[in-house]
Nanobody, 125 residues
Framework: EVQLVESGGGLVQAGGSLRLSCTASGLTFDDYAIGWFRQAPGKEREFFSC????????YYADSVKGRFTTSSDNAKNTVYLQMNSLRPEDTAVYYC??????????????????WGQGTQVTVSS
């Protein structure tokens, strides 16, 4: 069974940075995709990034492009989300998820197999 454990959320001032970690256990194959979602109070969950371990493909929604970056440590089965230039509107619960694929040219509609527990990110103005 795949399990995803997130860490790294917290409170930061606008303009600051945070790095989220998503550590996967139970993944026995070499190619998987990790997606990042967030849900702000009163809003729908938003898919904004994904990463493919197999070919290193990445996708970023316009809302985070240029500010957020995904990387991985394959030895640790961990994917990182570096978040820079944070804004108050980035405040949300952030989730990583195992996805069927990360296709930068067609990022939407990919099935999610497993969710992390979520971590709160709060950006103060």
């Amino acid at each position: 069974e795949v399990q995803l454990v997130e860490s790294g959320g917290g409170l930061v001032q606008a303009g600051g940075s945070l790095r989220l970690s998503c550590t996967a256990s139970g993944l026995t194959f070499d190619d998987y995709a990790i997606g990042w979602f967030r849900q702000a109070p009163g809003k729908e969950r938003e898919f904004f990034s994904c990463f493919s371990k197999g070919d290193g493909s990445t996708y970023y929604a316009d809302s985070v492009k240029g500010r957020f970056t995904t990387s991985s440590d394959n030895a640790k089965n961990t994917v990182y989300l570096q978040m820079n230039s944070l804004r108050p509107e980035d405040t949300a619960v952030y989730y990583c998820a195992e996805m069927g694929a990360c296709i930068p040219t067609q990022p939407e509609g990919i099935p999610v197999y497993q969710w992390g527990q979520g971590t709160q990110v709060t950006v103060s103005s």
